[in-house]
C-alpha cells in the first residue's frame, strides 16, 4: 500500500477491498466478530477519498502530514507578516494558499503559472471575489464604519 509512481488509487482501493474480504472469511469465530465489524465499519466511514492521494501525489497522505503542512504554512505566514493570527491570510486566500506552498521551487512555480491560461485565470478570478466579498466588507466596515457607511450612502444616491 505503500504510494509508488506506478500505484493508482483504483488499484489501491480494489486491493484493500480483497483484503477486507479475505479478513471477513478467515476471522469467522464468536471472538472475532465485534473487531471485523468495527473494521468494516471504520473502513467504510474512511472509503470515500482514502485513496486520492496516490493519484495526486502533493496531497498529504495522513493527517500528520496535514498538521504538519498547516503548521508549515503558519510559520511562513509568521515569518512573512510577524502577525501571530492567521485568520484574515485564511479568509482572504483560503484555498489558494495550497497552490503557493505545494510549488516545489521557483521554476516549478513559473512552470505552473505558464501553463495556465488567461481565461482559466479569469474564471478564478472572479470565484475568489466572489469568496471573499462578504469578509471584505466586514473588514472595511469594521476599520471605519463612517467610511464605509459614507460610500455605500453615495453608491445609493447615484443609482437613485
Known amino acids: 500500500m505503500e504510494p509508488l509512481e506506478n500505484k493508482s488509487s483504483s488499484w489501491v482501493e480494489s486491493r484493500l477491498r480483497r483484503y477486507l474480504i ?18 468494516m465499519r471504520y473502513s467504510k466511514g474512511f472509503w470515500k477519498g482514502l485513496f486520492t492521494f496516490y493519484d495526486f501525489p502533493l496531497l498529504p497522505r495522513t493527517n500528520n502530514d496535514l498538521e504538519l503542512f498547516f503548521r508549515r504554512t503558519k510559520v511562513r505566514h509568521r515569518r512573512i507578516t510577524g502577525s501571530r493570527t492567521w485568520n ?17 521551487n521557483e521554476q516549478d512555480g513559473l512552470q505552473k503559472i505558464q501553463n495556465a ?42 443609482h437613485n
Request: charged residues 40%; without cysteine.
Open 88 to 104: 484574515r491570510y485564511i479568509v482572504r486566500h483560503g484555498e489558494n494558499i495550497v497552490f503557493v506552498e505545494n510549488v516545489k
Open 22 to 39: 479475505q479478513i471477513e472469511k478467515e476471522l469467522n469465530r464468536e471472538d472475532d466478530l465485534t473487531f471485523v465489524d468495527n473494521l
Open 117 to 158: 491560461t488567461y481565461s482559466a485565470y479569469k474564471k478564478e478570478s472572479k470565484k475568489w471575489n466572489r469568496r471573499i466579498y462578504e469578509h471584505t466588507k466586514q473588514r472595511r466596515f469594521k476599520q471605519d464604519p463612517d467610511a464605509y457607511l459614507n460610500i455605500i450612502e453615495s453608491k445609493w444616491k447615484r
